[in-house]
């Protein structure tokens, strides 16, 4: 890599989660080992075979002011909560507004809202919805309110890419900064899904946990039990910066966002590749855009959703693109899998990690599956070694896309 | 019974300030929505939507464009 490329480093973090209405409780509830996942009531739970799901712990509705809340999909409502607590906590960086940028994603856009717009359509005609309803079910709407919120000029984006939207989106957000389009972009995913269609789908699709007798102990990546993932929403979002510009107002660094590999696998729209070919290139590629080797990485956040057939896949791509001894874990054995979301929430778990230097637990991983040789982290958290240590956030979405972040401490 | 001039100012009071967050005390019939109210023209089409569910009157595209004032959209729900 060349010696005088830009360095891109994380100055803020937000979230909204099954777990939490912020970062800060959040991250507790995962060192606590908390499952956000839950019984659901809604009116369509009888038509649909999956029971539960982790719903956001903090009603984004109940957070912002109406006016605004009213206009707003549920999955620009987390997204604008989360980027309001990052760019806080960033401590309001002074941009101007052409060096500002927005990479914003999710997977599926404002699908509950274009489900209930097409009912009032068809009972009770055009003119009764909303002049809002296209801005609150585009894709692009969580990118674009935060975008208007913030002022920002450089470029509002929304890449998508099913389940990796989000961890894609932070590294479009680098690309950007590093190609010299903008000092500061916020990033990250959000997802607003928890809605009967989407169950009903996902469980066609056999993808989804079926253990409604015992929801919180649905999502258990790497057990011999696990039967599928476990639905949740909310959104993730970090804000990145070139170095320069952060040292220049003095901000607190939390880590380096230090690289970024993508691959695609080319094999089946929905089953991941069985020799690990896509993920173990994504893997290899971010640690070289970020100038390391396996042995730097000492943890990896892991996609492994909980389905039967990913999560072994992964940790065996992961054994031979960085090796046997990171620390891995799955936070989606708390928080659910918040699909376009999860990049962006699991960013900032696989941050604050570094940061702290603890690494949470995976929950509910009571037998572990044959042919797994990486250190699981379960039963206990688990210390991080002091030192110059670098840590991985994986992403991977329908589609055969593939996505990995490499974050290195400050 | 049909609703009186105050029972629709309340009421409408009541939409914009859902719609806009302005207290539902400053929509007084005197006001302009653009002027005064500072409220959009979407806004307006959000109002109406919701008025026209409160008070079961079809408020048609070329008659919106007309109602300038609170008083204006009193008077035309009340005809």
């Known amino acids: ?95 101007a507004p052409e060096r500002l940028g927005v990479v ?37 709407g969580p990118a674009a309110w935060i975008g208007l919120d913030l002022g920002a000029q450089a470029g509002v984006h929304a890449t998508v890419s099913a389940c990796a939207s989000g961890a894609e989106a932070i590294g479009y957000a680098m690309d950007m900064i590093r190609a010299g389009r903008a000092d500061v972009v916020v990033a990250g995913g959000t997802e607003a899904a928890i809605h009967g269609l989407n169950i009903a789908a996902f469980a066609a699709a056999r993808a989804m946990s079926q253990r409604n007798d015992d929801p919180q102990a649905a999502s258990r990546p790497w057990d011999r039990d696990r039967d599928g993932f476990v639905l949740g929403e909310g959104a993730g979002i970090v804000v ?37 070919r896509g993920q173990i290139m994504a893997m290899t590629q971010a640690l070289t855009d970020a100038d390391i080797t396996g042995l730097d990485v000492k943890h990896v956040n892991a996609h492994a959703t909980s389905t039967p057939s990913g999560d072994v896949g992964e940790v065996q791509a992961v054994a031979k693109a960085i090796g046997t001894h ?50 699981l982290v379960y039963g206990e958290n688990r210390a991080l070694p002091e030192g110059d240590i670098a840590a991985v956030n994986n992403s991977f979405g329908f589609g055969g896309h593939n996505v990995t972040v490499v974050f290195k401490g400050a | 019974m049909a609703a009186t001039e105050q029972d629709i100012l309340e009421g409408l009071g009541k ?59 009193l008077t035309f729900i009340q005809n």
């Not at chain 1, 989660?17 to 499952?35: H, R, Y």
């Not at chain 1, 075979?49 to 719903?55: L, R, S, Y």
């Open chain 1, 326 to 375: 990171p620390l891995v874990t799955s936070t989606k054995s708390m928080t659910g899998h918040l699909l376009g979301g999860a990049g962006g929430i699991e960013s900032v778990f696989t941050i604050k990690a570094l940061q702290e230097r603890i690494v949470p637990r995976t929950i509910n991983l009571d037998n572990i599956d044959d042919g797994i040789e990486v250190d």
């Open chain 1, 1 to 95: 890599m060349s010696a005088n490329r830009v360095r891109v480093v994380v100055t803020g973090l937000g979230a909204t989660t099954p777990v939490g209405g912020d970062v800060t409780s959040t991250w507790t509830a995962l060192l606590a080992g908390q499952s956000g996942v839950n019984t659901l009531t809604t009116d369509w739970i009888d038509s649909v075979p999956v029971k539960f799901a982790g719903t956001a712990a903090v009603d984004p509705a109940e957070v912002l002011p109406r006016p605004e809340a009213r206009r707003l999909d549920r999955s620009e409502q987390f997204a604008l909560v989360a980027a309001r607590e990052a760019w806080k906590d960033a401590g309001t960086p002074e941009v």
């Open chain 2, 15 to 73: 939409i914009i300030n859902e719609i806009t967050g302005i207290p539902a005390s400053e929509v007084t019939p005197e006001k302009s929505f653009v002027d005064d109210l500072d409220i959009d023209s979407l806004s307006m089409v959000e109002i109406a939507v919701a008025a026209q569910d409160e008070f079961g009157v079809e408020i048609p595209d070329d008659q919106l464009k007309n109602l300038k004032t609170v008083k204006d959209v």
């Open chain 1, 104 to 140: 914003v994603s999710s997977g599926i856009g404002g699908i509950s809202t274009t489900l209930s717009a097409y009912d009032t359509w068809k009972e009770r005609g055009w003119n009764r919805l909303s002049p809002f309803t296209v801005p609150m079910l585009m894709p692009n």
């Open chain 1, 240 to 276: 990145l910066e070139s170095e320069e510009h952060a040292r220049a107002r003095g901000a607190r660094v939390y880590a380096y966002c230090a690289g970024i590999g993508y691959s695609a696998d080319a094999h089946h729209i929905t089953q991941p590749e069985p020799e690990g």
